[in-house]
């Protein structure tokens, strides 16, 4: 993919760091404002990598609300149209909501998506794009002014200078601490491997796979690959060697579909593992004169529930709201507000993600808990509808979510109950599914930009307990 050139000495309203998901989205809004933009990228080579892979509905909506469906095209995307939810060999299919039309994801590789988006914003007359590594922001009076980098295979510090600088600079950001005080965690790694022509119970459908055994999901990205992640604790990679291998061949094989056990079994033999670290990081956005932050380099969820491109989706058309109603980028002052505003408001598209993603992250760690999630969904009706919309990322009602979770939690505690023998211990440990229900979600509730309504959930939740 070839790069435009570039002066050294450049002036452009915008400078975006980072070319992924969030920084090509944002070049290709920022494009259609006429904002002439720079756009600095450690390397447009197409990635391979096992996360980004699924864009939830909500995604989709937002994609279509930015006019650019046709990312999706001749990448061999896969229509996603729910989940197949699997207990210890039981499933039940949730599809996802339908009101107008037929809302469905797409599973497709992350690569070839991104380059999508990358050759339109190449082609875009207004917009610069330079293959190179940013090494640091440029301030002057504690404003923002542009950033230092070097050009791939250069040795030469360059600089350029924009009335507005993005980071973007996805998960590993370097820069992330300049624009906010972060609290980042890693809960873990997320190993991933590629099934080909593999079957699974569900056609065009994700699959969480749930048990005595770390979290499996697996869903399509091309129409002849299924993508498999293992979540797997610690504070280190596992180690992909032999042994490894056969610990996975002795662990998993059993807990998948008998039909996608052989595929799974030739991945192993072929041998190609990839890792890649689960971050949870809370937004703690600063707010400092021409620089904005968002996307992964912001904010963060664990990656089970695939929320993430929606996430930044949401980010990237909040923020390009916003900048609409500044016409100079040079009014330090309206540039601020339309930033302060776009901090004020982002979680209103992104808490109910953040929040089940890591909610359920904590839930199907829980014996006790994601049996009576099984359960719960298993009702049908409202139980499974509506949990599935805000996984799908097209209702974002915080209290439909805290209501469902708590719910669940209390189904838990009522059917464990009736099965079985009523005595004092029996009763204490049901009730600690909805402590432990509480306890999970409450520190969500309180990293999503606390306000009024979060302070009457968790007065309500003290009550619960």
Same mark, same amino acid.
């Given at each position: 993919?070839?790069?435009?050139?570039?002066?050294?000495?450049?002036?452009?309203?915008?400078?975006?760091?980072?070319?992924?998901?969030?920084?090509?989205?944002?070049?290709?809004?920022?494009?259609?404002?006429?904002?002439?933009?720079?756009?600095?990228?450690?390397?447009?080579?197409?990635?391979?990598?096992?996360?980004?892979?699924?864009?939830?509905?909500?995604?989709?909506?937002?994609?279509?609300?930015?006019?650019?469906?046709?990312?999706?095209?001749?990448?061999?995307?896969?229509?996603?149209?729910?989940?197949?939810?699997?207990?210890?060999?039981?499933?039940?299919?949730?599809?996802?909501?339908?009101?107008?039309?037929?809302?469905?994801?797409?599973?497709?590789?992350?690569?070839?998506?991104?380059?999508?988006?990358?050759?339109?914003?190449?082609?875009?007359?207004?917009?610069?794009?330079?293959?190179?590594?940013?090494?640091?922001?440029?301030?002057?009076?504690?404003?923002?002014?542009?950033?230092?980098?070097?050009?791939?295979?250069?040795?030469?510090?360059?600089?350029?200078?924009?009335?507005?600088?993005?980071?973007?600079?996805?998960?590993?950001?370097?820069?992330?601490?300049?624009?906010?005080?972060?609290?980042?965690?890693?809960?873990?790694?997320?190993?991933?491997?590629?099934?080909?022509?593999?079957?699974?119970?569900?056609?065009?459908?994700?699959?969480?796979?749930?048990?005595?055994?770390?979290?499996?999901?697996?869903? =399509? @990205?091309?129409?002849?690959?299924?993508? +498999? $992640?293992? %979540?797997?604790?610690?504070? &280190?990679? !596992?180690? /992909? *060697?032999?042994?490894?291998?056969?610990?996975?061949?002795?662990?998993?094989?059993?807990?998948?579909?008998?039909?996608?056990?052989?595929?799974?079994?030739?991945?192993?033999?072929?041998?190609?593992?990839?890792?890649?670290?689960?971050?949870?990081?809370?937004?703690? =956005? @600063?707010?400092?004169?021409?620089?904005? +932050? $968002?996307? %992964?380099?912001?904010?963060? &969820?664990? !990656?089970? /529930? *695939?929320?993430?491109?929606?996430?930044?989706?949401?980010?990237?058309?909040?923020?390009?709201?916003?900048?609409?109603?500044?016409?100079?980028?040079?009014?330090?002052?309206?540039?601020?507000?339309?930033?302060?505003?776009?901090?004020?408001?982002?979680?209103?598209?992104?808490?109910?993600?953040?929040?089940?993603?890591?909610?359920?992250?904590?839930?199907?760690?829980?014996?006790?808990?994601?049996?009576?999630?099984?359960?719960?969904?298993?009702?049908?009706?409202?139980?499974?509808?509506?949990?599935?919309?805000?996984?799908?990322?097209?209702?974002?009602?915080?209290?439909?979510?805290?209501?469902?979770?708590?719910?669940?939690?209390?189904?838990?505690?009522?059917?464990?109950?009736?099965?079985?023998?009523?005595?004092?211990?029996?009763?204490?440990?049901?009730?600690?599914?909805?402590?432990?229900?509480?306890?999970?979600?409450?520190?969500?509730?309180?990293?999503?930009?606390?306000?009024?309504?979060?302070?009457?959930?968790?007065?309500?939740?003290?009550?619960?307990?």
């Amino acid at each position: 993919m070839e790069n435009h050139k570039q002066k050294s000495d450049a002036n452009y309203d915008v400078l975006i760091v980072g070319a992924g998901i969030a920084g090509s989205a944002m070049a290709a809004n920022l494009a259609k404002l006429g904002k002439r933009i720079a756009v600095v990228e450690r390397d447009l080579s197409e990635r391979d990598v096992i996360i980004g892979e699924l864009l939830q509905p909500g995604g989709v909506v937002k994609l279509q609300e930015m006019g650019f469906t046709n990312f999706i095209d001749n990448i061999d995307a896969q229509a996603v149209y729910g989940y197949d939810i699997i207990y210890e060999g039981q499933d039940y299919v949730i599809p996802y909501p339908t009101n107008t039309g037929e809302p469905c994801g797409y599973g497709f590789r992350n690569g070839a998506f991104l380059q999508n988006m990358r050759r339109h914003i190449l082609e875009q007359k207004d917009v610069t794009v330079i293959e190179g590594s940013v090494t640091e922001l440029i301030e002057k009076n504690n404003v923002i002014i542009g950033a230092r980098y070097i050009q791939k295979k250069g040795d030469r510090v360059q600089e350029l200078y924009a009335s507005l600088t993005v980071v973007t600079d996805g998960p590993l950001s370097s820069l992330r601490e300049i624009l906010s005080t972060p609290n980042k965690k890693l809960n873990g790694y997320f190993l991933g491997l590629l099934l080909k022509n593999c079957e699974m119970p569900y056609a065009n459908h994700g699959h969480l796979i749930m048990g005595d055994h770390p979290p499996i999901v697996v869903y =399509p @990205v091309t129409s002849n690959e299924w993508r +498999i $992640l293992i %979540d797997f604790k610690g504070e &280190r990679p !596992p180690r /992909t *060697g032999k042994l490894f291998r056969q610990y996975l061949k002795e662990t998993f094989c059993e807990a998948l579909p008998p039909c996608a056990r052989e595929s799974f079994l030739e991945a192993l033999e072929e041998g190609k593992i990839k890792t890649f670290p689960n971050h949870r990081l809370p937004a703690k =956005p @600063v707010l400092k004169a021409g620089g904005v +932050i $968002l996307g %992964d380099a912001l904010n963060m &969820r664990h !990656p089970l /529930t *695939g929320g993430g491109m929606t996430a930044a989706f949401n980010d990237v058309l909040r923020l390009i709201d916003n900048l609409k109603n500044v016409a100079d980028f040079t009014n330090k002052r309206k540039l601020g507000k339309a930033i302060e505003k776009f901090y004020n408001t982002r979680h209103l598209g992104t808490q109910t993600t953040n929040i089940l993603a890591d909610g359920l992250y904590g839930v199907v760690y829980n014996p006790d808990l994601r049996k009576a999630f099984f359960e719960y969904i298993s009702r049908g009706d409202k139980y499974a509808e509506e949990t599935c919309s805000i996984l799908a990322g097209l209702n974002k009602d915080k209290s439909l979510l805290l209501n469902h979770f708590i719910g669940m939690a209390r189904y838990g505690t009522q059917q464990r109950i009736a099965k079985a023998e009523v005595s004092t211990e029996n009763v204490t440990q049901s009730f600690t599914m909805v402590k432990d229900a509480v306890g999970i979600i409450t520190p969500l509730l309180l990293t999503e930009k606390p306000d009024t309504g979060n302070k009457l959930m968790l007065e309500a939740l003290n009550r619960i307990v």
